[in-house]
C-alpha cells in the first residue's frame, strides 16, 4: 500500500511523496536568527517539521515582516538524497530584500539540522510500497 501523507506535507510544490518517494520521514529542526548589518543577532526560537509529524514544507518563509524571501530546505534535501546522506547541518541565509525604494539584502538566517529516513529497498522481483 502506498504512503499517504496530509496536504501540508509539500516539497516542489508537489506531495512530499512525489518529489521525495525514496524517503519515508524526513525532520528538520532550526533557529530562526535576525542579524543587522554590523553583524549583531537574536534568536527568534527553535522550530521543528517532520513528514510523519503531519507538516513539512520545503521553504520556510523569512520571520522578517518586510521580506519575502525563504530558506529553501527541499534544495538541501534533493543533494543529501543524490549523496544518500542520512544527516546535516548547517546555516542558510535569507534569499529575499528589505524594502521599497532603498532596498537593502536580508541577512536574517537560520542554523538547521535535517535527518532523513529512507524507505526499506526491496530485493529484487518484490513490489516496492
Known amino acids: 500500500m502506498a504512503?499517504?501523507?496530509p496536504k501540508n506535507v509539500r516539497a516542489f510544490d508537489k506531495p512530499?511523496?512525489?518529489?521525495?518517494?525514496?524517503?519515508?520521514?524526513?525532520?528538520?529542526a532550526w533557529e530562526a536568527w535576525t542579524r543587522d548589518h554590523a553583524g549583531?543577532?537574536?534568536?527568534?526560537?527553535?522550530?521543528t517539521m517532520g513528514?510523519?509529524?503531519?507538516y513539512f514544507q520545503g521553504r520556510i518563509r523569512c520571520h522578517h515582516p518586510e521580506?519575502?524571501?525563504?530558506?529553501?530546505i527541499e534544495?538541501?534535501?534533493a543533494a543529501m538524497v543524490q549523496e544518500g546522506e542520512e544527516a546535516r547541518e548547517g546555516i542558510l541565509v535569507c534569499t529575499g530584500w528589505i524594502?521599497?525604494?532603498?532596498?537593502?539584502p536580508c541577512v536574517n538566517s537560520i542554523t538547521y539540522t535535517i535527518g532523513l529516513r529512507y524507505k526499506a529497498r526491496k530485493p529484487p522481483g518484490q513490489v516496492q510500497d
Not at 99 to 104: H, I, K, M, P, V
Request: proline share 2%.
Open 3 to 5: 504512503e499517504r501523507y
Open 40 to 47: 549583531a543577532g537574536a534568536s527568534h526560537g527553535r522550530f
Open 16 to 28: 512530499f511523496a512525489e518529489a521525495f518517494p525514496e524517503l519515508s520521514d524526513a525532520v528538520v
Open 99 to 104: 524594502g521599497d525604494r532603498d532596498r537593502l
Open 51 to 54: 513528514v510523519r509529524a503531519g
Open 75 to 77: 534544495r538541501i534535501l
Open 67 to 72: 521580506c519575502a524571501g525563504v530558506f529553501e
